[in-house]
């Protein structure tokens, strides 16, 4: 790996001795100057032109949930858009006074498990005046599965005040998160920041994978968990399919915590890493013994074991003889780093068992 500033320094984008201006102009030149987005994207997941580091602010409790800040380059990513005819991605590019590309995930304190459907919004101050507010993007990355972030301005090198927002979330709970999260909470974290510190993060290009099929590896970072599904839902498995590059598990449980009747699960994921993808809307028609058992809208939900989940009771539902016939009809309503842009937007109907 080789830091921006060295990166930019082989590539003859440094600013020479003559260039005059602060290091603080200095850095916003450097942050701002990104490789070309790949030309003939795919659409479907694909490697992306670079990978950056990041830093860890810290992580404080918000109520009953766990929150955590982190911070990189400024960068650009994609937001939903309506195009009349369905969804598509807009680019936000990097501004002249971006400083950050400031992040936040959420997770349950206890277990461990990401909280993905909460809202939150971030608050930055220095020495008890604003300098930054905003309600910021859910979001999709590679490297960090979801979270929330949006690029931000800073004012010079310091110590920031960063206050955490997080909405109730709206998702129905199993298990041991039942009773939990059912209100707004905050949560306050110093941040120190230099605008060095910041351009010695990693940063790596791919010119040689950048383009192809497939992802990067997610980070790995101490206190940090990832929106990961398990390697084997517990139940009945249904078996998976892949439409518009979202992954889809299934499975039936027989558990208490589910109510009387049979559930069927389905854990929405990115097709390398098993990241969940959140905010879509999925349907499903849903046959046993014969017979249909259930035809209407899967609900989100949070279990410690099946993580986050689209699901449903179902009368009458045996796991060993189930078909569910799936349709995507609201795509995952996130913003999209790099490499995910293209992906997720346009779906097939699967069926599985």
Known sequence: MTSRRRFLAASGTVATAGLSGCLAELGRLYTSNEPPVVSNRPDEVYVPTHTEGMRMVGSADAGDLRVGVFYSYPHRFWVMSDEGDGFGTSKISVEAGDDVHLMASVWDAETGVVVPDTGLSLEIARDGDLVSEEVVYAMLSQRMGFHYGS???????????????????????????????????????????????????????????????????????????????????????????????????????????????????????????????????????????????????????????????????????????????????????????????????????????
């Open 151 to 353: 690029n931000f301005g800073l004012d010079g090198d310091g110590t920031y005040e960063v206050t955490v927002d997080v909405g109730a979330p709206s998702l129905r709970l199993f298990g041991d998160l039942v009773g939990r999260f059912d209100s707004p909470a905050t949560a306050t974290l110093d941040f120190e920041y230099s605008a060095r510190d910041r351009d010695d993060l990693p940063y790596t290009t791919l010119d040689d994978q950048q383009g192809d099929l497939g992802a990067v590896k997610p980070m790995e970072m101490d206190g940090l968990p990832l929106g990961r599904a398990p390697e084997t839902l517990p139940g009945t498995a249904l078996g998976s399919a892949t439409t518009g590059s979202l992954r889809l598990v299934g499975t039936v449980l027989d558990a208490d915590r589910f109510g009387d009747d049979p559930y069927l699960a389905v854990s929405p994921q990115t097709p390398y890493n098993r990241l969940l993808v959140p905010r879509l809307g999925l349907t499903a028609t849903v046959a046993s013994g014969g017979s249909t058992r259930f035809d209407g809208r899967l609900e989100p939900g949070l279990d410690a074991d099946l993580g986050f989940h689209y699901g449903a009771s179902v009368p009458g539902l045996a796991g060993d003889d189930a078909t569910a016939d799936l349709a995507v009809d609201v795509p995952p309503q996130v913003a999209r780093h790099e490499g995910y842009e293209t992906a997720f937007l346009e779906f097939d109907p699967v069926r599985l068992g």
